[in-house]
């Protein structure tokens, strides 16, 4: 597994035309085909090619569920406020 460093310096190179496709095949052990992956990655996600699918699904999921407890403590306030205000009114005298 190369890292996403490794892939975009490798696209770079071509870019830059510094080194052909089948000059940076041979010296890392690529195939031609793995290049052309990572173009069309790179293509099709742009800033966000090699970056790790799950880790974004994992930071949703932490937003998820701190929103979850967020909406729980909100819930628990709003349950105590009815309260206080059904007891003030018992107490006051009006409904």
């Avoid at 929103?67 to 018992?90: D, F, H, P, V």
């Amino acid at each position: 597994m190369h890292s996403r460093e490794f892939k975009l310096e490798v696209l770079e190179q071509i870019e830059r035309k510094q080194k052909t496709t089948a000059q940076l095949c041979r010296e890392h052990q690529l195939s031609p085909s793995l290049i052309h992956r990572w173009r069309k990655e790179v293509e099709m996600r742009g800033g966000a090619a090699f970056t790790d699918m799950k880790t974004g699904d994992q930071a949703l999921e932490r937003r998820i569920a701190e929103l979850e407890r967020y909406c729980g403590q909100l819930a628990l306030e709003n349950t105590i406020l009815k309260k206080s205000l059904a007891n003030y009114r018992t107490r006051s005298g009006s409904r």
